[in-house]
């Protein structure tokens, strides 16, 4: 009798020695059992780890769907648990802790009544990995079995990423991490290659997401000239108003007619912390007011500008929902004649006072420039 292993060859021989070869078969789906005689029997375990997948991995059926069929997902594994009596369950769940081998599922507790005591589910892929460790420690507690149990996972179960390493076929980038959150808004910027999969990524980040009402496709690079995206519907509503918080302050503004980048937000911290309260502040290309609003709640008197008259629009919008109007003038003007009208008056009257210039900051190197000239 020759046993063929590879990684786990430990856990494995156990089993096969108390002749439990056909307990492992049902274990992994992968397991192929050759036998030719008693004598001589081979039996290569391919486990799912030796795949590089976990054994609670969604079934390998799903690869390539570009539909969402939901019930595809259904699956039955096999893990370890433990059964615990009810006076002990603290204390064994820290070990199972500590040695992270706890099953850690979406929706799904490890931990479960069995009569008045309790069943611990393990993660199969852990426990085969430390087996000798943890068996140990559950020796110090006076557990000494540990037991299969069959359990059916679903849709539900998995997170967002493993259900894209599921379906996307390997060739493709399995890992959809680069995407915005905007108020109740996905905005994801698809590569090429994942394409034929954007409905079905669409509707995985529309479910498992709570808050998400929506979820849309970056369609081509900012070129208009209000910097709003050019976007596709991949999942959920088209409702594109959104409501967003940052820097204590609260931005409503329609994501489809204005710009906004939620990752200019440490940007927008480090300019801010060059400001002081009270300074006079002059925001050429204001936008919905990222800048705008959390200076006027510093208490600095802000002349903000944007030329897209949505924009502007949601900028007195938000400087009403922030309760700073008195520190804000907002204004709809080409940024050129912004900086020559409003700005350079304001200018001219400042400089006869030296020290009243020097509290006054330009946010753009064009402002100042135009100014200049
Ligand atoms: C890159 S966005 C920055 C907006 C804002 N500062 C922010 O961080 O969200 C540039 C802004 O300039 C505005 N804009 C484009 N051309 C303009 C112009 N000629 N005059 C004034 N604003 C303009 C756009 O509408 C857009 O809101």
Redesign the pocket.
């Known amino acids: 009798m020759q046993v063929c292993f590879r990684r786990f060859a430990r856990f494995l021989k156990v089993k096969f020695v108390s002749a439990h070869q056909d307990i492992i078969a049902k274990h992994y789906s992968l397991c192929k059992v050759y036998s030719t005689s008693v004598k001589n029997m081979s039996v290569e375990i391919q486990t799912p780890s030796v795949r590089g997948l976990s054994s609670i991995f969604p079934p390998h059926t799903v690869c390539g769907m570009k539909v969402l069929d939901r019930d595809a997902f259904r699956k039955e594994i096999t893990v370890p648990s433990i059964f615990v009596t009810v006076d002990k369950v603290g204390e064994v769940i820290k070990l199972i802790k500590q040695n992270e081998c706890l099953l850690k599922m979406d929706n799904l507790q490890p931990v479960q009544d069995e009569g008045k005591d309790k069943i611990i589910l393990l993660n199969p892929d852990s426990y085969e990995e430390k087996y000798l460790k943890i068996r140990q420690c559950f020796k110090k507690v006076d557990i000494n079995s540990v037991s299969w149990r069959k359990i059916t996972v679903t849709y539900e179960n998995w997170n967002s990423q493993d259900i894209f390493k599921a379906i996307l076929p390997p060739n493709t980038p399995g890992n959809i991490s680069g995407y915005s959150i905007i108020g109740h808004i996905i905005h994801v910027n698809l590569k090429t290659e994942l394409l034929d999969f954007k409905y079905v990524i669409g509707q995985v980040l529309l479910d498992k997401h709570p808050n998400i009402r929506t979820v849309v496709n970056k369609s081509q690079i900012i070129e208009n000239?209000?910097?709003?995206l050019n976007f596709e519907l991949l999942a959920g509503v088209p409702e594109y108003e959104v409501l967003v918080k940052e820097n204590h302050s609260q931005f409503a503004f329609d994501f489809s007619k204005?710009?906004?980048?939620p990752r200019?937000v440490k940007e927008?911290e480090r300019i801010f912390k060059n400001i002081d309260s009270g300074d006079l502040v002059y925001?050429?290309?204001?936008?919905?007011g990222?800048?705008a609003i959390p200076l006027a709640k510093q208490k600095c008197q802000v002349h903000a500008?944007?030329?897209?008259p949505d924009?502007y629009k949601w900028l007195c919008h938000n400087a009403n929902l922030n309760k700073v109007t008195q520190y804000v003038r907002a204004y709809n003007?080409?940024?050129?004649v912004?900086i020559q009208t409003i700005a350079k008056l304001d200018f001219l009257f400042w400089m006869r006072d030296r020290k009243q210039l020097e509290a006054c900051s330009c946010f753009n190197e064009f402002a100042s420039c135009a100014l200049v000239l």
Do not use: C, Q
């Open positions: 000239e209000f910097r709003s204005v710009f906004w980048n200019l927008r925001d050429v290309f204001a936008g919905v990222p800048f500008n944007d030329l897209n924009s003007l080409d940024g050129k912004f």
